[in-house]
């Protein structure tokens, strides 16, 4: 069965850092892009990172230099650390995985930030 299960989500003060793990099973992580996205009350999932399978990163403007979004195939683990965070990081963060026209999704994890 394929899964992907995120975790690492919690209640956090601005300034504050977490760190969100989602780890695969039932498909061959490696040859998967994964991404993070987010989706706050009332507003529309937006993006934040994304990794592909050969490690190249990208970021949403809104968390370049505050987010990492790394992978550990051995693992089949993709992580997103997220530092000096504010309010408006406030959200559901979900992990992705697409390889191809496969998409999949977790169901993920809460992170709120109080000011």
């Known amino acids: 069965q394929v899964q992907l299960v995120e975790s690492g989500g919690g209640l956090v003060q601005a300034g504050g850092s977490l760190r969100l793990s989602c780890a695969a099973s039932?498909?061959?992580?490696?040859?998967?892009?994964m991404a993070w996205y987010r989706q706050a009350p009332g507003k529309e999932r937006e993006l934040v990172a994304t990794?592909?399978?050969?490690?190249?990163?990208n970021y949403a403007d809104s968390v370049k230099g505050r987010c990492t979004i790394a992978r550990d195939n051995a693992k089949t683990t993709v992580y997103l650390q997220m530092n000096s965070l504010k309010p408006d990081d406030t959200a559901r963060y979900y992990c992705?995985?697409?390889?191809?026209?496969?998409?999949?999704w977790g169901r993920g994890t809460q992170v709120t930030v109080s000011s």
């Open positions: 992705k995985a697409t390889y191809l026209s496969t998409n999949l």
């Open positions: 990794i592909t399978r050969s490690g190249s990163t």
């Open positions: 039932g498909l061959s992580f490696s040859v998967y892009a």
